[in-house]
């Protein structure tokens, strides 16, 4: 089992959500964070005034997959959240060593 982590827009969420509902994905989990990559943040202008904004707001999708599934994720992750504009985000796969479904004791990929 891998853990499928997204680093994405927020206004990106529901294509993301959508994507991955028509691979058959039955639950994911979001969070609302804040960060910066390579663009080190964005200057904006506030009533005339000059600020730096160092962290972005950005939403992190996380889900977990059999084996099996984890490519098509990445691949709809990825389809549904470019924009082709920097700071688009990141995709991270980690390994998942076990899994328990806390209401029924189900285990590994049945508790998916």
Do not use: W
């Not at 827009?9 to 959500?17: C, N, Q």
């Not at 964005?42 to 160092?54: D, H, P």
């Amino acid at each position: 089992m891998k853990l499928v982590m997204a680093i994405i827009k927020p206004f990106k969420l529901d294509e993301v959500r959508e994507a991955l509902t028509a691979l058959g994905i039955q639950g994911l989990t979001v969070s609302e964070v804040k960060g910066f990559g390579r663009q080190k943040g964005q200057t904006e202008i506030y009533r005339g005034a000059e600020y730096s904004v160092s962290f972005l707001p950005k939403v992190k999708v996380e889900v977990a997959v059999t084996d099996e599934l984890v490519d098509s994720v990445v691949e709809a992750i990825q389809k549904a959240a470019n924009t082709g504009r920097i700071g688009d985000g990141k995709i991270f796969v980690l390994d998942v060593v076990q899994t328990v479904r806390i209401r029924t004791g189900e285990q590994n990929a049945d508790a998916l």
